[in-house]
C-alpha cells in the first residue's frame, strides 16, 4: 500500500520560504511521477507542480513558476517543494501526489494521481 505524508507546513510572512516534505511509503519514489496541489478555502484543488517519474522533468504552474522548486530524494523516498517570496494568495492546503506515469509525462491535474497525503496548511501573513 503506498502512503504519502506531507510536513513543513505552518505560518509565514509574505516574501518568507517554506519547504514542504513529502515522505512515500510502500514504492520507492523513482518509480512514480509526483506532483504538488493545493486548495485554498471556498476554491477547487490546483495544480502547483510536478516531477516525472525519470525525475528529470519538471513542471510548474504560471503563479509559481521563479518562485518554488520541487525535487525529489531517492535515498530517503521523499519529494519536496522548496517555496520562495511566499505570497498572501499561496495560502492553501498543500497536497502532495504521485502515480505510476510512464516518463517523461508529467501529470497536471488531479485526476491523474491515485495516491495522496493528507495536507499540510500553509498561511501566509501579508
Known amino acids: 500500500q503506498v502512503q504519502l505524508a506531507e510536513s513543513g507546513g505552518g505560518l509565514v510572512q509574505a516574501g518568507g520560504s517554506l519547504r514542504l516534505s513529502c515522505v512515500v511509503s510502500?514504492?520507492?519514489?523513482?518509480?512514480?511521477?509526483m506532483g504538488w496541489f493545493r486548495q485554498a478555502p471556498g476554491k477547487e484543488r490546483e495544480f502547483v507542480a510536478a516531477l516525472s517519474r525519470s525525475g528529470y522533468t519538471t513542471g510548474y504552474a504560471d503563479s509559481v513558476k521563479g518562485r518554488f522548486t520541487i525535487s525529489r530524494d531517492n535515498a530517503k523516498n521523499t519529494v519536496s517543494l522548496q517555496m520562495n517570496s511566499l505570497k498572501s494568495e499561496d495560502t492553501a492546503v498543500y497536497y502532495c501526489a504521485g502515480d505510476r506515469f510512464a516518463p517523461p509525462a508529467l501529470g497536471r491535474n488531479s485526476n491523474e494521481y491515485s495516491y495522496w497525503g493528507q495536507g499540510t496548511q500553509v498561511t501566509v501573513s501579508s
Open positions: 510502500g514504492r520507492s519514489i523513482s518509480a512514480l511521477g
